[in-house]
């Protein structure tokens, strides 16, 4: 099993997290951007660069990921495709995307978007606070937990 983070959009402090989590487990961490991306020096850990462009880095990881491995992500697209493969989603705030609820985010994200191109709404959502950094962590230790228990 693999965890996988849209790199990119990806908060410093959530990667911290991520890095943290991949040295004490063990796991395999893997890093997509269309940028370079700092990773500390690890053999658990990686950055892979993808060529500019829109979705080239969600598409490297839909192509790449398999089931059972987790997407660290804010993409609502991306989590849907990653979901649809097997595989499990995270958003940098603490929200696990399933095949129940992640329908539902898709279509409040499109209608949010409508919204904005008609001048109706503005701006995106509120910075990082410690709250989302607490609530990415226990479902991150939580998707960890249930690895380790599937282990045996």
């Known amino acids: 099993?693999?965890?996988?983070?849209?790199?990119?959009?990806?908060?410093?402090?959530?990667?911290?997290?991520?890095?943290?989590?991949?040295?004490?487990?063990?796991?395999?961490?893997?890093?997509?951007?269309?940028?370079?991306v700092r990773t500390?020096?690890?053999?658990?850990?990686?950055?892979?660069?993808?060529?500019?462009?829109?979705?080239?880095?969600?598409?490297?990881?839909?192509?790449?990921?398999?089931?059972?491995?987790?997407?660290v992500t804010a993409d609502i697209p991306l989590a849907a495709a990653v979901i649809d493969r097997g595989a499990l989603a995270l958003n940098p705030r603490g929200r696990l995307y399933t095949e129940d609820n992640v329908r539902q985010s898709l279509d409040m994200r499109n209608m949010m978007e409508e919204l904005r191109s008609a001048g109706l709404a503005s701006g995106g959502p509120p910075a990082l606070n410690q709250a989302d950094r607490k609530a990415f962590a226990a479902e991150l230790d939580r998707y960890l937990h249930r690895r380790r228990q599937a282990r045996g």
């Open 1 to 36: 099993m693999t965890i996988w983070v849209d790199a990119d959009a990806c908060p410093n402090v959530i990667k911290e997290i991520l890095f943290r989590a991949a040295e004490r487990v063990r796991l395999p961490l893997v890093l997509v951007a269309n940028q370079f």
């Open 40 to 71: 500390p020096p690890s053999r658990y850990i990686r950055a892979i660069q993808v060529a500019s462009g829109f979705d080239v880095a969600d598409t490297h990881i839909v192509e790449q990921v398999q089931a059972g491995d987790l997407v």
